[in-house]
């Protein structure tokens, strides 16, 4: 399913009482860089989709939780030397 559209979604919400939010835009750090505002975009949107939809269903779902990834850290911080 397409996060991005709530309405897709909306009935998987309403029979959880927990939420593994684990989803992001797929490509890559390259892919990232290469389309910064698509991606803070599209990840805006599946965020608000997610949460909204938990505020939805708040009186079934008894527990959120939110995962992120090191993709979400400026390009200076993604090449570590270890």
């Not at 998987?12 to 989803?23: D, I, P, Q, T």
Request: charged letters at 25%; aromatic letters at 12%; glycine letters at 4%.
């Amino acid at each position: 399913m397409d996060l991005k559209n709530i309405d897709a979604v909306d009935e998987y919400f309403g029979k959880a009482n927990v939420v593994f939010h684990l989803a992001s835009v797929v490509g890559g750090i390259e892919n990232v860089f290469k389309n910064e505002a698509r991606v803070f975009h599209d990840t805006s949107l599946i965020n608000l989709n997610v949460f909204s939809l938990c505020k939805k269903y708040e009186s079934k779902i008894r527990r959120v939780v939110y995962l992120s990834t090191a993709c979400c850290y400026p390009k200076s911080r993604q090449a570590l030397n270890y």
